[in-house]
């Protein structure tokens, strides 16, 4: 932490969230030409893949698999080089964890709601499990937007707009302050 030395990336970049696993840096963010991600080559060269999608906001890893969270997006790897896509469509992701065997990914999706036969949109907060980053669990939650989601002690905490989750199993949530919301 005492030298710290200048790297040249493109313009209009903005990195969201790092992390380290298995010798390497991986990162995530925003371009000129939408989502990507940045594995690290020693500390001083990059490699970047774009994903398809606007933004990606946070990467994790489990130990076995690399987990990052976006716009209409989750993407999982195993190599840090392949990526595989799950498309959420209406869904934005902000915050994945790791912890307890379990990913767990938060964020906001919109429901689509009838009153009197006219359809409308509410948006709302998401929860998303998944044992091994590929295939993903949508949790009915009746919450608000969700920003980003931690686990430590043996508990997951979700935050979002007003709100604090927490949660032993990933599944079964409890607002702080309150009671069960599932």
């Known amino acids: 932490g005492i030298h710290w030395e200048e ?9 969201l969230n ?4 298995k010798d390497r840096f991986i990162a ?3 371009g000129e030409k939408g989502g990507f991600i940045l594995t690290s080559l020693g500390n001083i060269k990059w490699m970047k893949q774009e994903v398809g999608v606007n933004w990606l906001y946070e990467v994790t890893w489990s130990g076995d698999t690399f987990v990052a969270v976006g716009q209409e997006g989750i993407f999982s790897s195993s190599d840090r080089k392949e990526w595989k896509r799950l498309g959420l469509k ?5 915050g994945v964890t790791y912890g307890n065997s379990l990913f767990v990914a938060v964020g906001e999706g919109e429901t689509i709601v009838s009153r009197g036969g006219i359809d409308w949109v509410e948006r709302g907060g998401v929860i998303f499990t998944s044992p091994d980053g590929v295939n993903w669990i949508k949790r009915n939650i009746n919450a608000p937007l969700l920003y980003d989601v931690a686990y430590g002690n043996g508990v997951f905490v979700a935050m979002g707009k007003n709100i604090i989750l927490t949660s032993q199993n990933g599944v079964d949530w409890k607002q702080q302050g309150g009671g069960e919301i599932n």
Do not use: M
Not at 7 to 15: G, K
């Open 18 to 21: 790092v992390t380290y696993c």
């Open 90 to 94: 209406n869904t934005t992701l902000y």
């Open 28 to 30: 995530v963010g925003t």
């Open 7 to 15: 790297i040249e990336l493109d313009s209009f970049w903005y990195v």
